[in-house]
Every structure is written in structure tokens, then in C-alpha cells.
């Protein structure tokens, strides 16, 4: 199994340029999530969906656009990229978040750079 | 707000000296505590959930525990490879089903 894939694995961008963040899983897990991770900082929930169709904000979502049109994938959107956004971003998926919420499965990131 | 504090920041060790890496938490009821281990370039792995005071999780040479404010991971007798960095997290009962609080996390060395 794949598992959850994130593509591409680096990135740079110059400021004020847009680009996408692509996230697949093949696990049919409903829920799936965006992290971002930066030095000396706990991972911070950017955006997550728990379905097709559906999705909401986490703690960050200033700057960043998602969409859930399948189950298997759910891309991040960088709108104007700002160096604010140089991080590490992590997909995530598991089973359904209701009642007892399931691990989180973790891409191995993208590594993004705004100069 | 919840609250995850991780010590220590870092910790090296010779292999097989044991040793407890601790979660401290602060949460408004707890649904469940998650323990993650990430190599560096990779994302997290899932190692363990807890979900009430008392209970505990054993895998190979790893152990959690939970207390109603803290986790502990002990590593007992650890091998180089197990070098890497532990995270923590906490989901609440109340608030979005979905978010977890991540703390900074703790990068353990070890040496042969």
C-alpha cells in the first residue's frame, strides 16, 4: 500500500506566486487533514476534511485554500505565496474522526521555500 | 486552551541505558493522547493511543503511560535505531472532533 502520498517533495517559490500542494491517499479514509511544521513549533492544523465535499478551518488557514471533490484526494492551495509560508507541510488521513478519533496516517511532507 | 509541553528538548543516551521522555497536558476532558515518532525528512508514525489515567501501551522496547496530566514514554534498554524524534498530542472532548494539539516534541539520540 501506498498509503498517503504528497507531491512534489520541494518547492520554491518567489513571494506572491501561487501554487498546489498535492495530497492522495489509497486507505478510503474519510478524514484528511493539512499540517504545517516549522523549527521549534508543535505541527499546526492548516485546514481538514472529514468527506467528499466537506471541509473546514483549522488553527492557520489564513492563505491556504483546500477542496475535497473525492475521498482519495485533497490538495492545498498556496494563493500568494508569502516567506511566512516557508514550512514543512504534512497530509494526513485516518478513518472517520467520530467518537474515538483514529491515528493519523502522515505523508513524508513537502519541504517549501518563499524567498 | 489546551496544552501540550514536551521535555526534555532533547536527550542523548548510551544504548541500553533507559531512560522516560514526558507529555504534559493541559485539555478541558480528555478524548485521547497519541504518541507519534518521526525520523528526520519523514512525517510522523503512529506509535501508541492512550485514553484514560491508568492505562498503559507496550511495544518492543517502547512503553506509554497516562496519568491525568501527564504521559510518559519509557524506552527501556534503547538501541541506536531508535533515535528519533517523540511527539505528542491531545485531543479534547469538546471542540472540532478533529483537532489534535501537537507539543514540540523531543529528539532522542542514541549512542552505541
Known amino acids: 500500500n501506498a498509503g498517503v502520498t504528497q507531491t512534489p517533495k520541494f518547492q520554491v517559490l518567489k513571494t506572491g506566486q501561487s501554487m498546489t500542494l498535492q495530497c492522495a491517499q489509497d486507505m478510503n479514509h474519510e478524514y484528511m487533514s493539512w499540517y504545517r511544521q516549522d523549527p521549534g513549533m508543535g505541527l499546526r492544523l492548516i485546514h481538514y476534511s472529514v468527506g467528499a465535499g466537506i471541509t473546514d478551518q483549522g488553527e492557520v488557514p489564513n492563505g491556504y485554500n483546500v477542496s475535497r471533490s473525492t475521498t482519495e484526494d485533497f490538495p492545498l492551495r498556496l494563493l500568494s505565496a508569502a516567506p511566512s509560508q516557508t514550512s514543512v507541510y504534512f497530509c494526513?488521513?485516518?478513518?472517520?474522526?467520530?467518537?474515538?478519533?483514529?491515528?493519523?496516517?502522515f505523508g513524508n511532507g513537502t519541504r517549501l521555500t518563499v524567498t | 486552551e489546551d496544552q501540550v509541553t514536551q521535555s526534555p528538548e532533547a536527550l542523548r543516551l548510551q544504548e541500553g541505558e533507559s531512560s522516560s521522555l514526558n507529555c504534559s497536558y493541559t485539555?478541558?476532558?480528555?478524548?485521547?493522547l497519541f504518541w507519534y515518532r518521526q525520523d528526520p525528512g519523514k512525517g510522523p508514525e503512529f506509535l501508541f493511543t492512550l485514553y484514560s489515567a491508568g492505562e498503559e501501551k507496550e511495544k518492543e522496547r517502547l512503553k506509554a503511560t497516562l496519568t491525568k496530566k501527564e504521559s510518559f514514554l519509557h524506552i527501556t534498554a534503547p538501541k541506536p535505531e531508535d533515535s528519533a524524534t517523540y511527539l505528542c498530542?491531545?485531543?479534547?472532548?469538546?471542540?472540532?472532533?478533529?483537532?489534535?494539539?501537537f507539543g514540540k516534541g523531543i529528539t532522542l539520540s542514541v549512542r552505541p
Open positions: 485539555v478541558s476532558g480528555l478524548r485521547g
Open positions: 494526513a488521513s485516518s478513518l472517520a474522526g467520530t467518537g474515538r478519533f483514529s491515528p493519523l496516517h
Open positions: 498530542a491531545v485531543q479534547a472532548l469538546t471542540g472540532a472532533n478533529s483537532k489534535l494539539t
